[in-house]
């Protein structure tokens, strides 16, 4: 920061006419540059994209652009969302405003998840919106397969509006899905004869609305939204040589309202959250259910004292809920309330810190590093407890390179639903039948397990981060992840001899010994160890700049790749150990690949992505090859999306969002062509000796294929 006057406030008062708009610029005064960033977080970007990148990812609102994002930088959990660099309340209320009312998205450093109280090893995005942003606009989806017999529209409107740090916006949905039958798809019942008149795909029709505002209370920002959804789903199965219907119904009701505002240094988020749900099914099954749910969360983080290398941040969380609900099934009546108590700690602490610009570097310098230590403890009725410790260091010897470790350490305790939730059909599966050597169609049973006990995990995670150079803007990562877990909860593995004959309580077979059903509630995994390694490369080609203009153009790429080290498991004491690299227990892809462009070029968008997933091999008998293994065929799959963006009707020209700015280029009618698995790839599988595997012909594990999507989206 430049040198200041000793009478700022008055001059920054006097020259306030002179400010300068622009999101992205420094804010220049009078005899006065503020440097800082508006919305800037408290540390630099790792990567940022502009709006003109933003723009070219195609995506219809900020969620889904976070989506896009997420894959392109092989995110594999959620990130953490964070609005004009601050924690909110909600960030769910901003996920479905248009992406043009966003000014830039940063992406940070691993080590900002300590900063901002998220778990070591979740990415932070920040994203920044506009001062000034309205918009009315809806899109309208016809999709449909390219062998027919199924079709699913859409039909979507939303009002947003945002001036300054008042937003608002309201929104509603229409999704209809026609169903697929298995008649019309004769080479599935050629396979299956059994099949006839059943449906492959229900019929469902689902209908939400959603609303959110957020205005600035004095020194507090106040947030209240609500979402409502309804969804119905017919679907035909075969059950004992008989058709039967399964219908079944949700209905729920979510709302949030909270603040977050500074109190004597801290800066505290308060919310409270209650939810309203009811379910039913039947045909094979007659269930009802009704839930309720309301929690009140708080947090705060402030800096404790400043150290040498910098602030020293303490975070502190707290929740408390409860949920209630009431279940019918086979005529019996379950009623059951659990109380819940969450509480987390956190401290950043920085401990190395590299010189600043204009600053004198020393005679060593060692770059930057921080380490951020957290604890958790949760306390639930009727399933227990939990907690645990996290750890990670971060260092970065330069600006462009950066190390991080993390450890973690918890257990869980099963949640109040995989415990007690009331069981219930799903769609019907194909499954392979080691067996029998058969490929039937099942109803896999769902709900909870009340002898689950709760599981202990270890993680370690260490990656190496290097990056953006070259005017392409080329970053790379590596990351090495391994996870070990005691008493796992998880669904069955693969339909194999050796599961069945552990759990031969939860396979269902008639009188000829063929398979109907499977009970895939969750079960304990005594032990299980995956280790992974995973690399990324992106890179920008340099078009454009950072200020749209009409002819930008805009290029991203990204490849990943992930190589599956070690994956075994144990499923009970006196079981061998299932090696499901080798194929045991149900084979596992060593080799994954991932290629993602998204491109701009004036009113053209285009889209593509491509993955690549190496095959493997399931055996029947645990710890050799055998014929009857199955062995999975590679699958690769590319999905292609191409827009174009017509001129703003004569007569109404699009306003600019910020004063000088151009024009959003999104406020013309946008006509978008998307092909989900434009090769029409299906899973398919040969056995150990070469023969055909049954259910793996073309419509057994995929009935769908191809899908061609027509969207219409206009700004009115």
């Known amino acids: 920061m430049s040198a200041l006057p000793a009478d700022v406030p008055q001059a920054a008062a006097a020259a306030r006419p002179a400010v300068e708009e622009g999101d992205d610029a420094a804010v220049r005064l009078s005899g006065v540059e503020v ?14 994209l502009t709006p003109d990148e933003i723009e070219a990812l195609g995506a219809y609102d900020i969620g889904e652009a976070l989506d896009r994002i997420s894959s392109a930088y092989g995110m594999t959990d959620p990130p953490v969302v964070i609005v004009n660099g601050r924690r909110v309340q909600n960030a769910g209320d901003y996920m479905t405003f248009p992406p043009d009312a966003l000014s830039r998205v940063e992406l940070l450093p691993e080590q900002a998840a300590g900063l901002y109280g998220a778990d ?23 999709a449909r397969p390219t062998a027919g017999d199924r079709s699913t529209l859409m039909l979507d409107a939303r009002r947003s509006a945002i001036a300054n740090e008042n937003t608002s916006q309201l929104g509603g949905r229409l999704t209809r899905n026609t169903s697929l039958r298995a008649d019309e798809r004769p080479d599935y019942l050629r396979d299956h004869p059994e099949a006839r008149g059943a449906t492959l795909k229900p019929e469902s029709t689902s209908v939400t609305a959603n609303m959110s505002v957020n205005r600035r209370l004095g020194e507090w920002q106040g947030a209240f939204s609500a979402s409502a959804r309804a969804q119905r789903d017919d679907s035909v199965s075969r059950r004992d040589d008989a058709l039967a219907r399964l219908r079944s119904q949700q209905r729920g009701l979510t709302m949030s309202a909270g603040a977050n505002g500074e109190v004597k240094g801290w800066s505290v988020r308060a919310g409270l ?37 910098g602030r020293l941040t303490m975070d502190l969380s707290g929740r408390v809920s409860r949920i209630s609900s009431a279940s019918t099934f086979a005529g019996t009546t379950t009623e059951r309330t659990v109380d819940s108590a969450d509480m987390r700690g956190g401290l950043s602490i920085p401990l ?32 227990g407890g939990g907690g645990g410790v996290t750890s990670a260091l971060s260092w970065s010897p330069t600006k462009l390179v950066r190390l991080n470790g993390s450890w973690a350490r918890f257990y869980d305790a099963p949640s109040d639903q995989q415990l007690f939730d009331a069981p219930f059909y799903g769609e019907p599966i194909v499954v392979f039948d080691f067996a029998t050597g058969q490929s039937v169609e099942v109803l896999p049973l769902y709900g909870g397990n009340p002898a689950l006990k709760g599981q202990t995990t270890e993680r370690i995670a260490v990656s190496l981060t ?3 150079v070259t005017p392409w803007r080329l970053a ?35 009188a000829d010994g063929r398979l109907i059903g499977i009970d895939q509630r969750s079960i304990n995994l005594l032990s299980s160890r995956s280790d992974t390694l995973a690399s990324g490369l992106t890179f920008n080609l340099p078009f454009g700049g950072k200020t749209p203009s009409p002819t930008a153009t805009s290029l991203r790429a990204s490849l990943n790749h992930t190589l599956q080290l070690k994956k075994v498991t144990v499923i009970r004491a006196g079981y061998p150990v299932m090696d499901h690299l080798a194929g045991d227990g149900g084979g596992s892809p060593r080799n994954e690949f991932s290629a993602i462009l998204d491109a701009r070029r004036d009113k053209w ?26 062995l999975v065929s590679d699958l690769a799959r590319i999905d292609l999306k191409l827009g174009y963006t017509f001129a703003a009707p004569a007569g109404k020209p699009a306003a600019a969002a910020e004063p000088g700015a151009p024009a959003s280029r999104i406020s013309g009618l946008r006509l978008g062509l998307e092909i989900e698995n434009l090769l029409d790839a299906r899973l398919q599988a040969r056995l150990g000796d070469g023969r055909p595997a049954p259910g793996y012909g073309r419509d057994d594990q995929d009935a769908i294929g191809r899908i061609v999507r027509v969207t219409l989206r206009g700004r009115f």
Do not use: C, H, M
């Not at 440097?35 to 940022?48: D, M, N, S, V």
């Not at 094979?284 to 402030?302: E, F, G, P, Q, V």
């Not at 996870?483 to 599961?499: E, F, K, N, Q």
């Open 35 to 48: 440097l800082a960033r508006r919305g800037a977080a408290r540390t630099p970007p790792e990567t940022e």
């Open 120 to 142: 070591p090893g979740r990415r932070v995005v920040n994203i920044v919106l506009k001062r000034n942003f309205q918009s009315r606009d809806g899109q309208a989806a016809l």
């Open 273 to 309: 959250d209650g939810q309203l749900s009811r379910g039913s099914q039947e045909g094979l099954t007659d269930l009802k259910s009704d839930n309720r749910a309301i929690s009140l969360n708080l947090s705060a983080d402030r800096p404790l004292l400043t150290l040498p290398a």
């Open 352 to 383: 190395l810190r590299a010189p600043q610009a204009g600053e004198e570097a020393g005679p060593v310098n060692l770059g930057s590093a921080s380490l951020n230590l957290s604890g958790n403890l949760r306390r639930q009725t009727g399933s």
């Open 466 to 468: 290097a990056g953006p």
């Open 476 to 510: 790379g990562n590596i990351n090495y992840r391994t996870s070990d877990s005691r008493d796992g909860i998880g669904g069955l593995p693969a339909v194999t001899p050796a599961l069945e004959a552990a759990f031969p309580e939860r396979f269902q077979r008639d």
């Open 605 to 630: 968008t285009l889209n593509a992505s491509a993955r690549w997933r190496q095959g493997y091999r399931t055996r029947r008998d645990t710890g050799a090859d055998g014929p009857s293994d199955l």
